[in-house]
């Protein structure tokens, strides 16, 4: 959990109640202390969570927020998002933000100039949706899972599901929902 008290992630499970969490400072170790009197040194490992497109750069902060830099003018906004980021997608005006429970949909205010960095939540589909790669385009989103792929309609929020024979196929699929 965070100091806000929003749950990110199981760390362990232990044949018995854990008594004491500790961090080692500027490191990524907790030690567990448990009941059985047993103790525990576990390793923390946090998957980069980024994308780029043009000279715009969108990664993970602090777990829960996202951070969109825009890479000429170095402004930088911080979205919060108040719940565990898992995954980030960046496309020209638009930024797909998937959440345990959702996506949300984040667009650049398109009465600001090119320069201006003001995003607005532009929609949000309430579904726990699992995924390894997460596309946004135009009007899509591409969600991949092993050899499937789930396009979602931003407009419509309906769901198409294709079973593909490959990841090369998804190459296709994207470029085909980009259009």
Known sequence: MTKEGIYLNKVTTRDSWAWVVKPRPK???????????????????FATVHGLYGDRYVYRDLMTDVIIQ????EQKVRIKCRDYVKKVALYRDRVAVQLPTRVVLYA?????????????????INQKLDCNLLVVASNHILLCQVSDASVLQLHQLSRQQRSLCSRQCLLLIACQTAV
């Open 108 to 124: 650049l205010d398109s009465s600001a100039d090119d320069m201006d960095m003001q995003y607005r939540s532009a929609g949000k």
């Open 27 to 45: 490191a990524n170790f907790v030690a567990v202390g448990c009941e059985d009197g047993s103790i525990a040194m576990l390793q923390l490992v």
């Open 70 to 73: 825009h890479l000429i003018t």
